[in-house]
């Protein structure tokens, strides 16, 4: 491949603004890649976590500006399988747990840890996040190359025997059924910011 006169090598794999890009597995390794740096990040602010002149909300905050935020980073746009869902959120309550100073043989709920620290089950927040950015695209003008691939479909040959692999749209189209709506009646909520809020809010109640 050229460009402008330039070879371009072809790769199996880079790192675009701190996301794995991969032909192959690239959610897999996107999200390992955000729970690495969110990790590091995590325990990086351990004087933090172990300070008892800070206030515990005061921790809550300092971990969804400066580990959360890593870990969700483009969240909103990626593949999410059972298996991410559950590493992900094993990772948030953790930290949760860890700031909180909940240890062995201390018991408590992700419910009541939850409402302790104000905050959201991760899948939640991953889907809230992830139909408030399908608002932004529907809102945008039809020739968008955001909108356009919405409803595209890649012409990659003939699939495999086998359930198909879970995707971006299916994961949309799957949570749209428990609604009872259509495309289009959700493109049309979605022209109105109010309306399309109210949706999603009682689409991701907790």
């Not at 790192?15 to 690495?36: E, F, P």
């Not at 700031?99 to 043989?105: A, F, M, N, S, T």
Request: hydrophobic share 30%; aromatic share 8%.
């Amino acid at each position: 491949m050229e460009l402008e006169n330039e070879d371009l090598e072809e790769v199996e794999e880079f790192t675009y603004l701190g996301s794995v890009i991969s032909k192959s597995n690239a959610t897999v390794k996107d999200i390992t890649n955000r729970l690495q740096k969110a990790k590091s990040s995590f325990v990086q602010l351990n004087k933090v976590w172990r300070s008892p002149s800070i206030s515990e909300k005061t921790k809550v905050k300092i971990y969804n500006s400066n580990v959360l935020s890593i870990l969700l980073c483009g969240a909103e746009c990626r593949r999410v399988t059972q298996r991410d869902s559950q590493r992900l959120s094993d990772f948030h309550t953790s930290c949760l747990r860890k700031i909180c100073r909940i240890y062995w043989p201390q018991k408590i709920t992700n419910k009541e840890l939850y409402q302790r620290t104000e905050q959201r089950d991760i899948t939640m927040v991953i889907k809230q996040r992830r139909w408030r950015w399908l608002g932004h695209v529907i809102r945008k003008g039809r020739d968008s190359i955001t909108r356009t691939t919405l409803r595209w479909t890649p012409d990659s040959g003939r699939r495999k025997r086998g359930r198909p692999r879970e995707t971006w749209r299916r994961t949309i189209e799957a949570e749209m059924k428990t609604t009872g709506k259509t495309w289009k009646e959700f493109e049309k909520a979605a022209m109105e910011s109010k309306q399309w809020k109210s949706l999603v809010a009682a689409l991701c109640a907790s």
